[in-house]
């Protein structure tokens, strides 16, 4: 939902000067250029498009924001979470699983650009709270989200059905 995207940007004009960068593509892309430039953004976006290993822009921004209308357990959400950045994501799907509203990063209300604008405005203020935020984040995938854990949780998971289905480990 990238519309909601650059209805916050263009609530955010008047309250700092910020440049937004969206990565990826797909069918909407012109509609979003289109809403871009409907609001008067063109100097502050940068589209990159679709890109292979786009986890590797992230410790270049400040900030992260998802404003999706629905998701499951959204991989550029970890990503950024993993990067070390403070996010501000809808919640919807697996999000709330992900984030921890108010020590990550921040969860809004799907569709309100209003609130979206006003996390991305005092994250943008506030370095020490974007630094906070990041590195809880970065833990929290750390801990909860590794390779180790997941292949661990995976093993238990299938000794379980092999004791279930009599068989031995």
Known sequence: NLAILVRAASLCKAA???RFCIVGGGPDEQAVRAAIHEHGMD???TLLGEREEAWTL???FDLFVLTSRSEGLPNALMEAMAAGCP???TDVGGCRELLEHGKTGYLV???DARVVADRIVELSR???LRASMGRAGRERIADG???ERLVSQVEQVLLRLLEAAGSSA
């Open 16 to 18: 700092a000067r910020l």
């Open 43 to 45: 100097d502050r976006f």
């Open 58 to 60: 992230l410790a270049g």
């Open 87 to 89: 996010c501000v994501c």
């Open 109 to 111: 209300a799907p569709g």
């Open 126 to 128: 506030d370095a020490a």
């Open 145 to 147: 989200y590794s390779v």
